[in-house]
């Protein structure tokens, strides 16, 4: 019933910039906190950056201060922009979305992208 569509990954050299973005559709009534995860091969997965409603942000200590997690409500739209990248954000990125799905319930779905890689080369 909800979908997170992914776009803006690929292939970079070091020190360049990416901007990821994700829209999402489908039965929502309320869009909260989103968010962006990555995986590294051997890795688990962590939190990237992520996003309230009233636009709270918090960051990797990896990417702070080279990255900015933003959102469009009206577009049900998440942004990640990263600059300066490194090796080692190689990783296949994943957006997250709370949703609240209906009026008569604050109940919170979590939905997820299905991923998109970054590679980021030497």
């Known amino acids: 019933q909800v979908q997170l569509v992914e776009s803006g990954g690929g292939l970079v050299q070091a020190g360049e910039s990416l901007g990821l973005s994700c829209a999402a559709s489908?039965?929502?009534?309320?869009?909260?906190?989103m968010g962006w995860y990555r995986q590294a091969p051997g890795k688990q997965r962590e939190l990237v950056a992520s996003?309230?409603?009233?636009?709270?942000?918090a960051y990797a200590d990896s990417v702070k201060g080279r990255s900015t997690i933003s959102r469009d409500n009206a577009k049900n739209t998440v942004y990640l922009q990263m600059n300066s990248l490194e090796p080692e954000d190689t990783a296949v990125y994943y957006c997250?979305?709370?949703?609240?799905?209906?009026?008569?319930?604050?109940?919170?779905?979590?939905?997820w992208g299905q991923g998109t890689q970054v590679t980021v080369s030497s």
């Open positions: 997250n979305a709370m949703v609240r799905r209906s009026v008569s319930s604050t109940y919170e779905y979590t939905y």
């Open positions: 489908g039965n929502i009534f309320r869009l909260n906190t």
């Open positions: 996003i309230t409603r009233g636009l709270n942000t």
